[in-house]
């Protein structure tokens, strides 16, 4: 074995333990913000781009086959104005008056004195309430307001 020094290439500078290199918070370019002054900026806006739909359009950014959930009206942080559920939205098939039960098919679906639910007219879902089963009419309630839904006789 030998005990001399490796040899090193032509041009090579061997650094030893005493040598000290800047580091990359000393060196100028370091700094993102700072650029030097001969550099030109390689980005120039000529037209700035926008895109803008109409409000009732569906956005072509949610994904295919996608629906957003309806809002319930009034329910929302500007109580806004509610709406009217239309008469034609209720189909009352048939009404049994029990002694002390009322029962009555609204939109096919058994329901019965005072029971809530959620009548969906396009968008918009509205909270109703059967307020009266009576002979030949159920009375539907939604806030005040009263809607009366007579038996449809075939």
Do not use: C, Y
């Amino acid at each position: 074995m030998s005990l001399t020094p490796p040899l090193f290439a032509v041009g090579e500078k061997v650094r030893t333990a005493g040598t000290k290199t800047k580091t990359a918070e000393t060196s100028p370019s370091a700094d993102p913000n700072t650029k030097p002054p001969d550099e030109p900026n390689p980005l120039v806006l000529k037209n700035k781009s926008s895109f803008q739909f109409d409000a009732g359009v569906r956005s072509p950014f949610w994904p295919i086959g996608w629906k957003p959930a309806a809002q319930v009206p009034g329910s929302s942080a500007g109580g806004a104005a509610q709406g009217e559920v239309p008469a034609g939205a209720f189909l009352v098939t048939s009404i049994t008056l029990g002694n002390p039960n009322h029962f009555a098919i609204v939109n096919g679906k058994s329901m019965s004195e005072g029971q809530q639910f959620g009548l969906q007219v396009g968008t918009q879902i509205f909270q109703v309430t059967i307020k009266r089963i009576e002979d030949g009419r159920v009375i539907i309630g939604r806030g005040a307001e009263e809607i009366v839904v007579p038996l449809r006789r075939k």
